[in-house]
């Protein structure tokens, strides 16, 4: 690990990490919690390394800034009255003891039947467990029709799509054309779910993020830009 001296208000030191691989032909720049990681080509030299990071400093400096401004978020609960949002609607928890354990969305309500006799932490895992399912099912569904919509507007071919979990991505598209979508995106208001799906699609053009890509992007999703930005604003607070 190589150390450089970046700075915030609070003049600290932030250590930098470099990778280096052979799975990418350009480098990529993480921050997570005031740490920074390069990852790069294989090949690419030490001299390079450094005039990048001396060319991404200023933007280094302005990320971590702004993470410094967000308190850690609340995790959730998953008790009677507690919000969680679905295509950018908010939806309250309404838990009923009727042991079904079935999740329907019901007037404004995240409407979940439960057993009576669990313990509390056996119905927090309960809870949770089913929740996610709901979520992962829907999102499947959702983002699936949704892409062969534009897919065939767009008159382009996935060869299959998907959803998983990821750490730090929305969504991604192999050479090969397989999509797989963050499944989290559909907590997302519909806009925002449309940009990604525009994003992966056009991904099948261009595998990489050149301006002949945010160009097809912008052709195809005129308000790409103001939903790029609300998910680097709000990308943290989509989580189950």
């Known amino acids: 690990m190589a150390r450089y001296r970046l700075k915030t208000n ?7 990490e470099i990778i280096r691989t052979d799975r990418r032909k350009t ?9 920074v ?13 450094n005039a990048i990071i001396l060319k991404k400093t200023p933007w280094i400096r302005k990320k ?5 401004k967000f308190l850690p978020l609340k995790p959730k609960e998953y008790v009677n009255g507690e919000i969680f949002s679905y295509l950018g609607k908010n939806y309250r928890l309404k838990l009923i003891e009727n042991g079904i354990g079935e999740v329907k969305l019901k007037r404004g309500e995240l409407v979940l039947g439960v057993s009576p006799n669990l313990e509390n932490y056996q119905k927090l895992n309960f809870v949770k467990s089913r929740i996610v399912q709901w979520y992962k099912s829907h999102a499947e569904q959702i983002l699936r029709d949704k ?24 969504g991604s598209c192999s050479i090969r054309g397989e999509i797989i979508y963050n ?11 449309d940009y990604v799906i ?15 890509f945010w160009r097809t992007v912008e052709n195809s999703f005129l308000s790409y830009k103001e939903s790029r930005q609300w998910l680097k604003e709000n990308g943290l607070t989509l989580f189950v």
């Not at 609070?10 to 930098?16: C, K, M, Q, V, Y």
């Not at 990681?37 to 390394?49: A, F, G, M």
């Not at 971590?64 to 410094?68: A, K, T």
């Not at 996935?158 to 998983?164: D, E, M, T």
């Open 37 to 49: 990681r390069i990852v790069v080509p294989q090949q690419l030299s030490q001299r390079n390394i």
């Open 198 to 212: 525009i994003h992966e699609l056009c991904h099948l053009l261009h595998q990489n993020h050149s301006p002949e």
């Open 183 to 193: 499944w989290k995106i559909v907590l997302a208001p519909k806009q925002i779910v």
């Open 147 to 170: 892409t062969k919509k534009f897919a065939q507007k767009l008159r382009l071919h996935p060869k299959s799509i998907s959803v998983k979990e990821y750490k730090a991505r929305w």
């Open 64 to 68: 971590i800034r702004l993470q410094e």
């Open 27 to 35: 480098f990529r720049i993480q921050i997570d919690g005031g740490k």
């Open 10 to 16: 609070n003049d600290l030191e932030f250590p930098i």
